[in-house]
């Protein structure tokens, strides 16, 4: 049952009551088998699961108290948005709705069929008006890192005003200045929304807020590595996601608080999987909430994952932005602009980097293998797949391919495939 506040603010920010909760309902559900299921979980996840229940209503609340006081909402679908700058200026940036299959067939009323789901999706949620964080937005932001989504922006412009960053494509000198005007074009956009300078003390305090979150993220993915692995793939997985949406100073104090109780895990080597299961990474395309398709199947066929190298996961967290007192606020854009051309996304040519890291990463998580996860139709990690599975098959390394929606219809076939890969990395083992 919706409490009327949250009813009420709902009716304000234009979105249609009865969908949203009736696709509340199938969340809340989806959550209940995918993770209260799960046997001696931690118990500081108890604080991520009561955030899940209030993703749409009490964090949309937060959220539009900010944007009353005229601090910007940036809603973004990519970990290239800046948004050191827009916590710098006292607002909030989060990763909007497209994980959900529930929305596609509206989206596709304006979009076609063969693009990734993750755009049709966010797109479909956008033209029913059934996610609060689309609504709230002061803007979206959006960029050029792929076809589908570069185009639908033209699209999505005409629901909710879309600020478009030019990504570039390469990381020559060249590349770098086009993105560094970006990156000033940004903070540009957030200092008119707001009517104040970024200066160098405010972008600091942002800097410091998203490196402190990316601190705890990384703690955790040390942790989940160890040889007693203390929390399931699945629990972590949610974490990062809710990462996204949480208001980041508080998330990251329980983080912290989750992290600690599973270093005493680690000391009393408690293991949430049965011993010897086999150790996997993802590689790939992002899981935004609430696909935890992959996750369910891998953990339920008798695999542990360990780490995901995607933008929800490693990827995002993987650089600080490295500032001191003594800074301009044009050096500390600098350093800003250098951390952000480390991401690792395949939109890049080449991207030989992603390869070296992905092989030090199974090395350093001591992985048995890993499985590449393509969102249907984005063609940048299909393509990059083929080199990264040759350098690992070079390496020995055991390697999956999926490519999956969605939609849960392929999930019997996805779970024969994990599961005669799981076999096959047993039996050569032995
Ligand atoms: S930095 S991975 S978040 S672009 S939308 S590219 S899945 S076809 S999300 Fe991404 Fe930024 Fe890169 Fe990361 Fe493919 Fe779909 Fe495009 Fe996608």
Redo the contacts with the bound molecule.
Sequence with gaps: MIAQEYIDLWNELEIDVPRLSKMLEGASKRHEDVFLSQKNRPLNMKYFDEFWDGFQTKRIKELNVIKKEGKPLVGT????VPEEMVVGAGGACYGLCSGSPASIPEAEKELPRN?????KSAHGFKMLKSCGYTQSATFIYG?T??E??KKTWEILDKHHPVHIMHIPQKKDTKSLRLWREEVMDFKTHIEEVTGNKLDASSLKAGIEVINEKRKALQRLDNLRANTNIPISGRDALFVMQISFIDEPVRFTRHLNLLCDELEARVENQINVFEKDSLRLIILG??FAAPNWKLHEIVETSGAAIINEE??IGH?YFKDNIEVNDTMSDEEIVDKMVERYAK?D???FTPNEARIEKIKQMVKDKQADGVIYY??S?????NVESFLVKTALQDSKIPFLAIESDYSPEDSGQIKTRVEAFIESIKFSKE
């Design positions: 679908f990519c970990i290239f693009i990734c789901p993750l755009i960029e890192t792929c589908a989504k395309t992002p995607s933008c990827r991401i996304c395949a939109c393509t969102l139709f984005c063609h940048t990690y």
